[in-house]
């Protein structure tokens, strides 16, 4: 999951076509495209495009959501035969593993396509669109360092050790 995120991320600029409202600040290791596809209707408003922009802006969002859409159903079907499997005491835990591997892989191919439909919208912005967009990205991520810095937080979102984990290995805390 974090090789999935880690992927969307090394095409941050070109992934920042979808980012918009300052209000919605986001660490760049947590961009993922439903963040992007969510957030897109919002920027589009604010980027003046002109109609031939505008189709390849709303084909861009169909062949993306299109490709969420089946990331969900296949991931929420992976999810209810693990259970069955879990349930299961002959089935293999290493079999399961190979499904979770396979979405995994699924799911990188996919994100290469998005990336690709990423770009292609950016290729057709003018400069100052794009400098629209660079703007909007650098106040989010600004903004998203600012909070960490109020928080306290010195470490990143998801590098904790999960509830029920008990103590790391070593017994130290």
């Known amino acids: 999951m974090k090789t999935c995120r880690l992927l969307l991320t090394i095409t941050g600029a070109a992934l ?3 980012l918009s409202l300052p209000s ?3 660490p760049v290791m947590d961009i993922s495209a439903e963040n992007l596809v969510w957030l897109s ?4 408003k604010s980027l003046d495009l002109q109609p031939n922009q505008r189709l390849l802006w709303q084909q861009v969002q169909d062949r993306v959501s299109g490709i969420l859409q089946a990331r969900q159903s296949r991931r929420a079907l992976l999810q209810r035969e693990m259970m069955r499997d879990l349930d299961d005491p002959k089935v ?4 399961a593993a190979k499904k979770i591997e396979a979405e995994e892989e699924l799911s990188h191919q996919e994100n290469k396509q998005l990336r690709e ?18 703007s909007l990205l650098a ?3 600004q903004r998203s360092d600012e909070r960490k810095l109020e928080s306290g937080s010195g470490k990143p979102k998801g590098e904790g050790r999960g509830r029920g984990m008990g103590p790391p ?5």
Request: aromatic content about 8%; hydrophobic content about 45%.
């Open 16 to 18: 920042s076509v979808f």
């Open 24 to 26: 919605y600040a986001l």
């Open 41 to 44: 209707k919002d920027i589009q």
């Open 92 to 95: 293999e835990l290493r079999e």
């Open 117 to 134: 439909l990423f770009l292609a919208m950016d290729d057709a912005m003018k400069d100052s669109q794009r400098l629209i967009i660079r």
């Open 139 to 141: 106040d989010q991520l």
């Open 169 to 173: 290995p070593g017994g130290m805390q």
